[in-house]
């Protein structure tokens, strides 16, 4: 039996279905579940002292592409608008190859895990050079955080009026043959599941409407879920009218791109009847806020989604497009989007904590993970605010969207991954200087 007791949280946020915040209360951890919430908790194991602490469920971030990590601060790409910056760093990443994937999947992850995320997504849409989905795979399972990669695709190149270059496309069929080899090699349906494939075209401009299809009825034969990228600018949404013929909300709808096994990745642009059609059919959103700044895409509509009912999650999205992998600073960008446009009660404090782990795990299908009750998956994030910028407070939840940038501790699984600020589960500063090598390589 392996337990840890968080004890004396100052507050501990559940997200449990009463939202309960509770003073001074212990969480007990069994075996990667949670076995206890309450006051005086013992435990024969190890003890984390949690005062001056609040303690959340774990953030999770549901879009990213991790291998960009590589290519942060780019100078071509740094005032680019999406597709101009797409056109920038195609080539460079035309030069990855499995170690490339590998390392820059580690920063990011580990990057993901200081900032107290437990759960990610990935979105890997390139396989240059014998790089493979089984690379990132390789990085989660040695950083510790619970995994849900996707089998991402691009096919219509630059030779067939396409955004990326030839070198960067794959054929459909050896697409579909790899998603069945990942899902079925990699795909974990049980509760409490480490890893969890998905299926992931990487938008309507890379590939055909075939392949969208196709990919629809691989996800729901295998009983898996889809991701791409949606809506995301004016641009895209010009694309979409020129050369698909529609609105992407109807593209979607046309090709089985909507329901509960859906989400979709920035939907700046969805308009009313798009945001109904999502809330009906279950769709999940993938909010990222800093990226949509960065590239000058526009604000997400996301308290008129949240009022329809549609589920919404937080994504840091790739380091080339943010340049960060924040996620706590992501839900503080997402609470001040929404009342830069619609004013200061247009989302809470604890509403876009709510977004950000609730919200998240809700999107990627996890029923089991997102909040501090009993039964549910031991992913624990620890925040400490006794430091200066806390001093005064009044409020330690509304506070922690505005100062820690960084979680204490963080408990995914049952397993400690952070622990006094410091990765536990690999080494930092090794996978640090292996980073920086290959950035070297790829800018001579
Ligand atoms: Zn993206």
């Not at 076995?35 to 001056?52: C, E, K, Q, Y």
């Not at 953030?59 to 797409?86: E, M, S």
């Not at 299926?199 to 969208?212: G, H």
């Not at 001093?391 to 400690?416: C, H, K, N, Q, T």
């Amino acid at each position: 039996m392996n337990e840890i007791l968080v004890k004396n949280a100052e507050v501990l946020v559940t997200m449990d279905n009463a939202r309960r915040e509770l003073a001074g209360a212990d969480v007990l951890l069994r075996d990667g579940v949670i076995a206890a919430v309450g006051v005086g908790l013992a435990t024969v194991g190890r003890v984390i002292d949690a005062r001056g602490c609040v303690v959340t469920p774990g953030l999770v971030n549901t879009h990213h592409h991790l291998y960009q990590t590589l290519t942060r601060a780019v100078p071509g790409g740094q005032d680019a608008l999406l597709f101009g910056w797409l056109k920038t760093l195609y080539p460079i990443w035309a030069r990855f190859g499995p170690e490339e994937i590998f390392t820059s999947a580690q920063v990011g992850l580990a990057e993901l895990a200081l900032t107290g995320c437990s759960m990610t997504s990935d979105h890997l849409y390139m396989y240059p050079n014998g790089a493979r989905l089984d690379d990132t795979i390789a990085a989660a399972g040695e950083v510790g955080l619970r995994f849900h990669p996707t089998r991402g695709a691009m096919s219509i190149g630059e030779s067939d009026g396409g955004l990326p270059p030839d070198a960067l496309v794959e054929r459909e069929a050896a697409i579909l043959e790899d998603c069945i080899r990942v899902v079925d090699r990699f795909h974990d349906r049980a509760e409490g599941a480490m890893v969890r494939v998905g299926i992931a075209p990487c938008s309507p401009f890379s590939v055909s409407r075939d392949l969208m299809r196709d990919a629809a009825l691989l996800a729901r034969d295998k009983g898996v879920m889809l991701h791409t990228h949606l809506a995301e600018n004016d641009e895209d949404i010009a694309y979409s009218l020129e050369k698909l013929g529609c609105r992407p909300g109807q593209y979607a709808e046309d090709l089985g791109w909507v329901g509960d096994d859906v989400w979709h990745a920035h939907c700046v642009k969805l308009d009313g009847q798009e945001i109904d059609l999502f809330a009906r059919t279950g769709t999940g959103v993938a909010h990222c806020p800093c990226s949509n700044c960065r590239l000058g895409s526009g604000i997400a509509p996301v308290r008129a989604m949240r009022d329809a009912g549609v589920k919404v999650g937080l994504g840091v999205d790739g380091s080339a497009s943010n340049d960060a992998g924040n996620l706590v600073a992501e839900a503080r960008q997402a609470m001040l989007l929404q009342r830069v446009t619609r004013g200061a009660d247009a989302m809470s404090a604890r509403e876009a904590l709510e977004i950000a782990t609730l919200g998240g795990a809700r999107v990627l299908g996890r029923k089991d993970c997102g909040s501090i009750a009993v039964g549910k998956r031991a992913d624990i994030a620890i925040w400490d605010v006794s430091g200066i910028e806390a001093a005064g407070s009044w409020d330690p939840v509304a506070f922690l969207l505005a100062g820690p940038m960084r979680v204490r501790d963080l408990i995914v699984e049952g397993r400690e991954v952070v622990r006094g600020g410091a990765m536990v589960t690999i080494d930092l500063g090794r996978v640090v200087a292996r980073q920086n090598q290959l950035a070297r390589r790829l800018m001579e």
